[in-house]
């Protein structure tokens, strides 16, 4: 064990090492091996079983998909973010008892928040949330992704976009980018609602758009129905307000024809 | 706002997950279910450490699942299969990740990943998908496990693999092949079953499954062989519906018994009577005995369970098929020209024949009718002759053993040097059981020399009802039939000749007819009693009312053994144009070769029927029926064409009825014809189709019968059909007398009186004798319906169920005859109630309170005769007289023990029970009846004292009979023949508790048991109850069942045996008459056995009041 443990371990510094020097592919192949090495401690969960080492192991495994997370962020691989963060969450919340908090622990969560409030995943984000105790509040990287949260449920959607200048670390910069395309998406959802169409000009403005060619780039890219001409856009509602339903008579009638006839049998 | 939806299925079958263990946390999505599934009941692990470590969530192992390389996959997956006990609200959101793992045909763990797919499906109660995947698991879905998972989907996949092989073994076409997996875990279930021990289990899957390979496995395998093949058997009579594949499995089980190192015989030849294999049952009876002592007694005994089932013709192709007895061989001759007669105690033979002048001559005035010494014994049997006598006397001159003209026992000793003679006797003796001869003498006898009936009920009976009311009046006549069944005892209609020949017409017809009931089974001596009635030749003399009963009279004797009398019955019909003889005369022919398929008697009876005339057509019809009972021949579509062609509604009832005898027992491969009746027009012939239903089915609980008659009982216009649906429910059911209650139970408070009226027979018909309290509940209210033929019904119902119930087992007896006291003796009561509580009387009473209704013989077989008889019987609706046909389903209650001479030996055994429970129920108190039947339960506890006073008087004086001391109303009296403790049979707890009360000066409180003697009154409730005892020098053969016939197995062969001596008259009237005298003072009891036994003359019964 102890064995593998110092094998973990140099696999892990090569990684550290790459990771400086921002060689993302040796990365991603290194982490893939320790990921496959990990599976090989009986310590880490679920088994979570008592070996001299556990806390070792814990640790161990726990920098590891730190890392993972990080270097996830740094290749923009979000489901490679969503993935490691599952496996990493147990480290945080079942093994509280085993080993002592890492530094990276909020920075970590607060990202998570981040990335759902960036894929509109705004029921998860507040389940997490939930989760959290209430002194993590206080924390800046929480606390970032807990008032972004807010502006964007407002609508001070300009409060969100100003708010990439003040983050709180810096991996938090690529979700921070994002951000604002779904800021853009919710406007335009609302947008469709609000208004049969808009001028180029007033969607311009809406849409933090500063050429009309984004505009219809964006229009191509996410919304086929919309119809740009004449300089203005037809959002296209979807007539989706089926004509009330018709009442099946006949075959209410033949029901109750029916009910009556049964109650006459009843004995 | 975003919700992510879930999958579908998880939405709504969370809620029905099958077996959850705790209280599911709701699937939430991935992610984000953190903290909230951490519930109570997760694993901890660690314990042996001091910190415990919970898994909160499988989240990470499903995100696990999602990583690119193979082991972080394998991993996950192994992880997810411990865990998905508790965290499969999770992963069955992540469940399409799984299943496509299962699809990835390149990874190599694809059956883990099913394995866990199918425990999420399971979780989420979709065991189809769940077994699916199970298969695919392949050799990790462990059947030996212990968790509910497995033990469910195993379940689930014999389930699946029975519903397959079913429909694989009914459908002809070539199905396609089943899952070779499926076959593999079922096998591997069987294989388990067996190592674990669990045969029964594997007995009970591989006949559900119809694997006869995996069945014969498990028996052969098992430790406890015979128990196995008895459950099998079981099994197969009960759970086993197709016809085809019981039968395979009864030839599977008579191939393993006939393996066995010491075969159960009398298993065998159950089954092989199941199979209708007259053959084999003959061989093996032959090589029987053809082995020693032991061999023969079981032989016999096989006999007489065959017997049991009274199934004529079979029984009739056993014998034929069992070798003819040597001519050389003594008594061969009587043994094969006459087939049913000689056949009890050939070792008797040289003696009683020799005095067979004398006995001839004694045995006449045995019954009612006087004639003279002229019919021999074997009148009847010799029947085709005129004058029989002459033939007899040759044949007994051929005398066997010359030898001695001793007792028996040196006859005996004798017969025994000679070998061959020995087998000779054996083989006269089976052949007497086997048609009839035995068994049904000796049931007379003990009919005649227990019978217990009270003359008094009948007295009250006919002093109350009114002279004019006819139907009161014939109703009187069936109730005394009825109460004196099988017994000879005619006393009352002696008695009461002047008041009897009120009867005219039809009413005429069914009192003599009634006669065949009292003296049922009367076989030597049906003819002669019935002389005096029976139309004669050229003469018409007596009225045809009169000869038309008497020839029913003899059917209803001769009923299910008619050999000897169906020829004379046969000729009777031919030479008469006379409709109501005819009448008779299909009747009787009808019972006298029920379910021979006779094709002469059959073309006869048409006939008849082509003659278009209504009363004689009825009877033709369910002669017809009769007649061709259970052969489903082609004879149903002839009966139903003309059914259809005539015009009279009595004809088509008639042969309605008759068609569904003919699919007696067929079930499904009658389904066909009654579909074709129960889809008619006319109302009658949907009628015979319930009854085709009810009789096809009879007995099997079959599910889609009840259904069939349940949706008829609502659902029909007609009256009468809606009426019969729900009475042959009661037929469908007999054999689980428990459920009716229940299914009749929303029936019976129909609103149309006709179901309720059928309710009430259902109940009646299928609790016949079993005091069921759930039975009695729902027939108390209906006896005191609003509409007369619903008390009517409920009356005769309550009766059926009551019967032989005293009061120490249910207190509703006694309120109930006296309910039918007060309906009898109320003037202002409707005649159709009347009428119903005097038949009840007669019911309840029956066969001198020794018999009971049994539609099933003790072996469990249907009792062809019984149910047949219980069908026609529910015709008295429309036609009286056909209430005699209930005598069919008599079966007396008695433990009757014989030795290898078929002879009974003293032999006495113990009824672990107080004696009151199962005693018969005392007899009514004399004259002042209104007061007296109230009497006992209003004063029983205050006069106590008195009472005890007065018992002790009795007890001194010795038998005194209750009614020569009027001033004693009280039950006590019932000084019966054993008159010891019985006398308390007061009325149950009453009587206990007056006991203690009456303190020291009374005698001891009833005892706990009682010894009872052969041949014994054993009601059916009471055979639990009946211990052999260790010391006792007979055993009897078969220890199951300590009823009915029984062989006794001598342990002490050397000793002189010690008979039997009953009280019947024929030592007493036999004596002076011949050498035998001697004889019979030595062994008494002989006679019994002897051919020439008659019954003797009732009057030294008879008690006046």
Known sequence: MEAKLAECTRIFQKFKAAYQQNDYDTCSNLLSQLKVKLTEFPALPPAYKQTSTAVQELILAREIFEHAIVLSVKTEDQDAFERHFLQLKPYYTDTRDLIPRSREEYPILGLNLLRLLVQNRIAEFHTELELLPPEAHENPCIKHAVELEQSFMEGAYNRVLSARQAVPHETYVYFMDLLAKTVRDEIAGCSEKAYDFLTVADAKKILMFSTDRELQEYAAEDHNDWDIRNGCVYFQKVKDLAPCKEIPSLQLINQTLGYARELERIV | ????????????????????????????????????????????????????????????????????HPVLKLHALNNLNAFVDHFWPEVSTNISAIESLYEDETFDQRQLAALVASKVFYYLGELNDSLIYALGAGPLFDVTEESEYVQTLVAKCIDEYISLSVKASETIEESPPLDPRLLAIVEKMLDKCMADGKFQQAVGIALECRRLDKLEEAITKSENIPSLLAYTLRLSQTFVTKREFRHAVLRLLVRIYQSQPSPDYLSICQCLMFLDDPSTVATTLDDLIKGDKVDALSAYQVAFDLFENEYQLFLLNVRDRLPEVRASSSLDVAGSGAPAAVPVAMPAQPVTADADNGATADSGPTAMDTSDGEPSERTPLLAREPSPAPQVQPVHVVQPVRESPEPTAAAEDAAESSEMSTYAQRLTRLKGILSGETPINLTLQFLYSNNRSDLLILKTIKQTVELRNSVCHSATIYSNALMHAGTTVDTFLRDNLDWLSRATNWAKFSATAGLGVIHRGHLQQGRSLMAPYLPQNGTGGASPYSEGGALYALGLIHANHGEGIKQFLLESLKNTNNEVIQHGACLGLGLAALGTADEEIYEDVKNVLYTDSAVAGEAAGIAMGLLMVGTASEKAGEMLAYAHETQHEK?????????????????????????????????????????????AYRGTANNSAIRRLLHFAVSDVSDDVRRTAVLALGFVLCSEPEQTPRIVSLLSESYNAHVRYGAAMAVGISCAGTASSEAISLLEPLTSDAVDFVRQGALIAMAMVLMQTTEARDPHVGAFRRQLEKIILDKHEDTMSKMGAILAQGILDAGGRNVTIMLQSRSGHDRMTAVVGMAVFSQFWYWYPLL??????????????????????????????????????????????????????????????????????????????????????????????????????????????????????????????????????????????????????????????????????????????????????????????????????????????????????????????
Do not use: C
């Open chain 2, 651 to 695: 004809i088509i009832r008639g042969l309605a009825l008759g068609i569904a005898l003919v699919v007696y027992g067929q079930e499904e491969e009658a389904d066909t014809l009654i579909e074709q009746m129960t889809r008619d027009q006319d109302p009658i012939l949907r009628y015979g189709g319930m009854y085709a239903l009810a009789l």
């Open chain 2, 1 to 68: 706002m975003v919700v992510r939806a879930l999958s579908p299925r998880v939405h709504h079958e969370v809620g029905l997950a099958p077996r959850e263990k705790f209280a599911p946390a709701s699937p939430s999505d991935r992610g984000a279910s953190g903290s909230t599934s951490a519930v109570a009941g997760l694993p901890q692990h660690g314990p042996e450490g001091g910190t415990m470590t919970v898994v909160s969530t499988a989240s990470g192992l499903l995100a696990m699942l999602r990583e690119q």
């Open chain 2, 884 to 1105: 005699y046909f209930i005598s069919l389903s008599f079966a007396p209650t008695a433990f009757i023990g014989l030795n290898h001479e078929l002879r009974m030996p003293r032999f006495d055994f113990i009824s672990d029970i107080r004696p009151s429970v199962f005693g018969y129920p005392p007899s009514i108190a004399p004259p002042t009846t209104t007061s007296a039947v109230k009497f006992p339960t209003a004063v029983l506890s205050t006069s106590a004292r008195a009472k005890a006073r007065q018992k002790k008087d009795a007890a001194g004086k010795g038998h005194v009979l209750g009614g020569s001391s009027p001033g004693h109303a009280d039950v006590g009296s019932s000084a019966e023949v054993s008159g010891d403790f019985n006398e308390t049979t007061s009325s149950g707890k009453d009587g206990t508790a007056m006991e203690v009360e009456a303190g020291p000066e009374k005698k001891p409180a009833e005892a706990n048991t009682e010894v009872l003697s052969n041949p014994a009154r054993v009601v059916p409730a009471q055979e639990k109850y009946i211990k052999f005892r260790e010391d006792s020098r007979y055993m009897p053969v078969k220890r199951s069942r300590p009823s009915g016939f029984v062989m006794l197995k001598d342990l002490e062969p050397s000793e002189p045996e010690e008979l039997v001596s009953t009280d019947t008259p024929i030592s007493a009237g036999a004596p002076g008459t011949a050498p035998s005298a001697a004889a019979a003072a030595n062994a008494p009891p002989s006679g019994l056995g002897a051919d020439d036994w008659d019954p003797p003359p009732p009057e030294s019964f008879e008690y006046i009041p």
